[in-house]
């Protein structure tokens, strides 16, 4: 088996409208596929669609990873699986320190059925000890892991939390939904060497940006576009560099003579 996500004619609705028209795409493991497209084509319904958020009703198709239809299962035993989202948009959680938040989210990670957390729990020291070198990697203060997540959190902070958490987690598939967008360009650096160092051949990346500047970075094997709830493009990263120079004007066209 291995890590590949494979997405198969994925219907989506929020509310009464139809917003995923039948997506195909598939992230192979130890590869990064970037999707673009314009505001309002649907990336981010497709990210919180993989993660099980309730608010978006899947009307048709399937989401295989690791052997499983994804979509059978809640967003916990998703995350469990392997599978990580860092949103476009993460919330604050007041009265929840960072550090807590980091060793709940890994001790759930850890536990087994029928097991006592006691014993699949990572021990304190032990806790620390990654914790410190992760923020060090990242170049976070050390006040950091303190605070209250997300409360009153600078855009480049939040996305260095979530670079974190990916960290710590180890999934087998990352998924980032513009996590360039508020970055200036040295915590755009980190972040990307923070996902850097963790890419490996077993770890997939499915990647959603507006622009190039990520991609300098994280750089994709693989470019779809995303247009009304459909792939309608997709090539190789020089498809990322023909979209900084044209625009979608011309995919707009070859999409409405094929359709
Ligand atoms: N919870 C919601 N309620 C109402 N409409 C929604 C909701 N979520 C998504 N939509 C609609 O679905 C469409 C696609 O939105 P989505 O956020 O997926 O686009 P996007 O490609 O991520 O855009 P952007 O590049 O601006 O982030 C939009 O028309 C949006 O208004
Ligand atoms: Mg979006």
Do not use: C
């Amino acid at each position: 088996m291995n890590n590949d996500l494979v997405i198969q004619n994925l219907r989506v609705n929020v509310g009464d409208k139809e917003i995923l028209k039948g997506v195909n795409l598939t992230v192979q493991q130890g590869t990064i596929h970037a999707i673009m497209g314009p505001n309002g084509s649907g990336k981010s319904t497709l990210s919180y669609t993989l993660a099980g958020h309730p608010g978006y009703k899947v009307t048709a198709g399937e989401v295989w990873f690791k052997g499983q239809n994804i979509l059978t299962l809640e967003a916990n035993e998703r995350s469990k699986l392997g599978l990580f989202l860092a949103f476009q948009h993460p919330v604050a959680v007041p009265g929840v320190s960072v550090a807590n938040f980091l060793r709940a989210a890994l001790n759930a990670h850890r536990a087994v059925p029928g097991k006592d957390p006691k014993e699949t729990s990572i021990p304190i020291a032990e806790f620390r000890k990654l914790l410190k070198s992760g923020m060090l990697f990242l170049e976070m203060d050390d006040k950091f892991a303190r605070r209250y997540l997300n409360e009153g959190f600078s855009g480049g902070e939040k996305k260095r939390l979530e670079t974190l958490q990916m960290m710590l987690l180890k999934p087998g598939m990352i998924i980032m939904d513009e996590t360039d967008s508020g970055l200036d360009i040295d915590a755009l650096k980190i972040v990307s060497k923070g996902v850097n160092h963790l890419l490996n051949p077993e770890i997939g990346a499915l990647v959603i940006t507006h622009y190039q500047r990520l991609l300098d970075y994280i750089k994709p094997n693989f470019v779809s576009v995303m247009m009304e709830g459909q792939i309608v493009q997709a090539g190789g990263p020089e498809l990322a560099l023909k979209l900084e120079e044209k625009g979608y004007d011309w995919v707009r066209e070859e999409f409405a003579h094929a359709s």
